[in-house]
């Protein structure tokens, strides 16, 4: 991983917790390379004391020394982000009027909505709050977007039924696309990383909306862990 991010001259800095493993992922896949089936080995706590103590300083460098456009929050529960360590961010952010932007799991959900961009699929939505009998998609969206609030510009992914977006001015739903055979590996991480893109750009958020569908279905359509590009986002047809 160091040897590919030098390779593109990315900076980093790595977070090393000698009593745990690195999270692996083995993907089981058929001959059509269509994954039926994927193994996690990983350890998910929180940091221990030490470990927090050192990313909180890393962060504080990072701040003092760096001037960043935008953050995107997201670690998929693996126990890099505590209460803590996300309020410094926001904190930090809204200081700094730096975009921020979460893709949450099911820990800190409520925290990580006091976002710029906030980013949840469905099924986190239903664990942060289960939808009743009596409400169908539509409604349910409304009641989850009521309760969070704090959220500047909500981005609700769907699956294949697309994308619900909300903000003070706008709010609607794009229809998803059809993909036959989904890979859905990595399309959570598309679609917040081109979010963030077009958010710098200052477009609207139902652009932002349209433009994170057709990412993720973009991505959903290449077998395994693949890149898209702008070309392919911007001319994409069914």
Same mark, same amino acid.
């Given at each position: ?5 030098d ?17 692996t ?27 927090k ?9 990072v ?23 996300i ?9 700094e ?24 699929n ?9 939808? =009743? ?8 969206l ?6 969070l ?5 909500l ?30 590996s990595?399309a959570?991480?598309?679609v917040?990383a ?6 710098? =750009? ?17 991505s ?19």
């Open positions: 991983l160091k040897s590919m991010l390779e593109e001259n990315i900076l980093y800095e790595f977070v090393v917790d000698a009593s745990r493993p690195t999270t992922k083995k993907r089981y896949v058929d001959t059509d390379y269509n994954q039926f089936l994927r193994v996690d080995r990983e350890l998910a706590r929180e940091l221990d004391s030490k470990c103590e050192y990313l909180m300083e890393l962060l504080g460098n701040f003092d020394d760096y001037r960043l456009d935008a953050i995107i929050l997201q670690d998929y529960d693996k126990g890099l982000l505590d209460k803590d360590s309020d410094y961010i926001i904190k930090w952010a809204q200081k009027n730096t975009l921020l932007l979460s893709d949450p799991k099911f820990r800190h959900f409520k925290q990580l909505a006091d976002s710029y961009i906030f980013k949840p469905i099924n986190e939505c239903l664990n942060f709050m289960p939808r =009743q009998k009596d409400h169908d998609l539509s409604s349910y409304g009641v989850v977007s009521d309760a609030s704090q959220t500047e510009n981005l609700i992914t769907l699956g294949k039924d697309g994308i619900y977006y909300k903000n003070n001015k706008e709010e609607g739903f794009i229809q998803g696309w059809h993909v036959d055979n989904a890979d859905v990595g959570g991480d598309c917040i081109v979010a963030c893109i077009f958010a710098l =750009q200052g477009k609207k958020l139902e652009e932002i909306a349209d433009l994170c569908n057709k990412a993720g279905a973009l959903c359509a290449k077998k395994g862990i693949q890149t898209i590009n702008m070309d392919e986002i911007l001319n994409f047809e069914a």
